[in-house]
């Protein structure tokens, strides 16, 4: 495992590993202080990973329709949808005993339905997919 501190300090090294900017860094800093708060460090990695994941399947429905050698794309929308869901949940385990208005906020932006949440929702899915890669990076620096 690496050994790490969740903190903005986190934050600005993934942006200077991927050379980008995260889209959704106040939902970022307030979700990880919740869980360096709260000692869900396993959650985090879960929700990375699963983020990372997801982002991989949103590329793939972006490339098929460009792409018509990809047969599988029900599957692939199919699995997107479930990660999809697994991601918010995982969200909201993580914030669920915290009561704030950042946590309103998150709720609001990112969790209820609709097509605005969603996008948002894929931009912090993206944002948490530069974490995963940053992870990953150590990993094998190690």
């Not at 869980?35 to 985090?44: A, D, G, V």
């Not at 997107?80 to 991601?87: D, G, T």
Request: aromatic share 10%; hydrophobic share 40%.
């Amino acid at each position: 495992m690496i050994n790490f501190q969740l903190n903005e300090e986190l934050l600005d090294n993934v942006e200077k590993f991927t050379e980008k900017k995260f889209t959704q860094r106040s939902a970022l800093s307030q979700l990880i202080k919740i869980i360096s708060k709260n000692n869900q460090f396993e959650k985090f990695n879960e929700l990375i990973f699963t983020a990372k994941y997801t982002n991989g399947l949103y590329r793939s429905i972006k490339l098929s329709q460009s792409n018509p050698q990809i047969t599988n794309l029900d599957q692939i929308k199919k699995d997107f949808s479930e990660n999809l869901e697994k991601v918010v949940s995982l969200i909201k385990e993580i914030i669920d005993k915290e009561i704030s208005a950042d946590i309103i906020e998150i709720k609001q932006k990112y969790i209820e339905s609709g097509e605005i949440q969603l996008g948002n929702l894929i931009l912090l899915i993206d944002d948490l997919d530069q974490i995963k890669k940053f992870f990953n990076y150590l990993k094998r620096k190690i």
